[in-house]
């Protein structure tokens, strides 16, 4: 079975945040059965946030303007997004979670820095699967797709 580009790019996106999301099991201590479950929500939210990464890079141009979006600005815009969806629906729990958190500084920074986080793995992820799989005609070289 071959894959097509954008499957072989949405694969490798959803691995690399795979393997982002394995560190909140590693660096969160959960004490109850709830906060258990955030913790592995967590990583299953990495994985979304990679899948969601890899499916922008399809886009390397804003339609109505037609000016390129640079590789780590497209990754690190869903990765901002979607820490701030995490943001909104689990901030008590991440502050709990940090709290009692033995690997992480004390005290923490506040739940704001899951948003900056999220932005750069999502900006690193974005860079990541464009230098493995995008062709080299769509790295800013000024050539572009058959079909343009």
Do not use: N
Request: charge should be positive.
């Amino acid at each position: 079975m071959t894959f097509t580009p954008l499957l072989q790019r949405v694969a490798l996106a959803k691995s690399l945040g795979l393997l982002f999301g394995l560190l909140a099991p590693a660096l969160l201590t959960s004490a109850s059965a709830s906060e258990l479950m955030l913790v592995w929500g967590i990583v299953l939210w990495a994985v979304v946030l990679g899948a969601l990464v890899g499916l922008i890079g399809a886009f390397d141009r804003v339609p109505p303007f037609g000016f390129r979006l640079p590789v780590g600005l497209r990754g690190g815009w869903v990765g901002l997004w979607m820490g701030v969806l995490l943001l909104l629906v689990a901030r008590d729990g991440l502050a709990t979670l940090w709290a009692r958190s033995e690997w992480l500084p004390q005290p923490g920074p506040g739940v704001w820095w899951i948003v900056i986080e999220a932005t750069l793995i999502g900006a690193l992820i974005d860079l990541a699967v464009s230098a493995v799989t995008d062709p080299v005609g769509r790295r800013g070289t000024g050539h572009t797709r058959p079909g343009q």
